[in-house]
């Protein structure tokens, strides 16, 4: 028995040792929407069917309730979690808010922590008190709650190494947008009730390094959008849309490098997305559409009469977020309308129903797109100028979260367990 114990022990010390040195690999999901932060992964042999007993590697329980998706390292998942004190699940419930880390093969929970506290939070009927989805680098998870609080933690062993609420607003229906890090600076939007901003920690230890005031005349402020990273003539620049406009950063200071309006848009939420050298938004309530705007060295300060490639404005998405394969883009609708245009001048090759109601964002991978909306059903297209749909799997369960990918595996969340689902 003692021989054992010892050698479970060495396993979990290498194991964690093992993480705590892991680089982000191809294969990883790091952050919201992958490796590339657009939706895309390099993996092949995904799954083309699915269901709540077919395909299924494992189901795992999740305490309370999140639309953060699962983030992926080695053989560690992590996600985040707003579970009710007490037991009890009411919209009013105080929450403890959490982080847990799952091991990949079984789904079992590694660790578990509670991270913040929260009395009587509110929240959008379709958002949940942990919406944000994680970010690793070297060894560390960084998690964060909107106005709730934002930490660090070691991925290893849950131990955590910063956490600070410092950083509260004034929200509208409670918090969305997910962290990126950039260099030694973890950045985030906070698009309030007013004040609207964008914030950078210090990613050692939580302090605030620089906060960027953004200006507009949208009458809501409230977004809830997560940034870009991306690079111009070897120039670095955080694109980060909010309520009526879209500002590029420089990541280091938080100056701005240029700006474009659109107008009322309000409450943004899909993630930009940046090929061909245009950089394509969705402006989001009360009427979204979909931009394109040039993206070149020569973007300094209001480009909004100067840089619109083209703009669509049907049928463009609230809240999923977009995907660019080869020539052609693809967004979907919150109503379940999947569009494909051409991704350098706007022309429309089909506008087509495709699901029920969807907030969960398009995965590109494996040749095929994957769309999974709000009640379970799981989308799977084929991408090209016409539309065609390969595959329908229906898991039957509320579903907001998007897509991650694990190996040749899909991870899909749903209210309240997590799957992972193989070919």
């Not at 077919?54 to 305490?63: D, M, R, Y």
């Not at 230890?205 to 402020?221: D, E, Y």
Request: glycine share 8%.
């Amino acid at each position: 028995m003692r021989i054992a114990s010892a050698l479970t022990t060495l396993l979990l010390s290498l194991s964690a040792s093992l993480l705590c040195a892991e680089p982000t690999a191809p294969t990883d999901w790091p952050e919201f929407r992958g490796p590339q932060a657009q939706g895309h992964s390099a993996a092949t042999g995904l799954p083309l069917y699915w269901g709540p007993s077919q395909h299924v590697v494992w189901k795992a329980p999740l305490p309370g309730i999140g639309w953060s998706s699962p983030v992926v390292i080695g053989d560690r998942i992590f996600v985040t979690s707003a579970v009710p004190v007490g037991g009890v699940e009411t919209a009013t419930a105080d929450r403890s808010l959490r982080a847990l880390a799952l091991d990949a093969a079984t789904g079992k929970t590694v660790w578990d922590v509670e991270l913040f506290k929260a009395t009587s939070p509110r929240a959008h009927r379709k958002n949940s008190h942990a919406s944000p989805t994680a970010v690793f680098e070297n060894g560390k998870v960084y998690v964060h709650f909107g106005h709730l609080g934002t930490a660090c933690l070691e991925a290893a062993t849950g131990k955590t190494v910063w956490a600070t609420q410092e950083f509260a607003y004034s929200p509208v229906h409670g918090n969305g947008s997910s962290p990126v890090i950039v260099d030694d600076l973890l950045i985030f939007t906070a698009d309030a009730e007013s004040d609207p901003k964008v914030i950078a920690l210090d990613k050692a230890t939580g302090k605030q390094r620089w906060a960027f005031a953004r200006q507009s005349t949208a009458k809501n402020k409230f977004s809830f959008c997560t940034p870009l990273l991306i690079e111009i003539a070897g120039q670095k620049q955080l694109i980060t849309p909010g309520s009526g406009v879209v500002n590029a950063l420089n990541p280091k200071d938080g100056t701005e490098i240029w700006r474009f309006y659109y107008g009322d848009g309000y409450s943004v939420v899909p993630r930009p997305l940046f090929a061909h050298g245009i950089i394509y938004i969705a402006t989001g309530y009360n009427k979204p559409s979909v931009l394109a705007i040039k993206a070149d060295a020569s973007n300094k300060g209001d480009v909004t009469e100067t840089h619109l490639a083209w703009s669509i404005d049907k049928a463009a998405p609230h809240n999923p977020s977009m995907a660019v394969v080869g020539d052609e883009i693809y967004f979907v609708a919150d109503n379940g309308i999947l569009t494909c245009a051409d991704a350098k001048t706007g022309t429309v090759h089909y506008s087509e129903r495709c699901t029920g109601p969807i907030s969960a964002s398009i995965l590109a991978a494996d040749g095929k797109l994957y769309l999974q909306d709000e009640k379970g059903l799981g989308v799977v297209l084929k991408p090209g100028k016409t539309y065609q749909v390969l595959a329908s799997n229906d898991l039957k369960e509320r579903a907001l979260a998007s897509y991650a990918v694990i190996g040749s595996d899909l991870l899909i969340r749903t209210e309240g367990n997590l799957y992972r689902v193989k070919k």
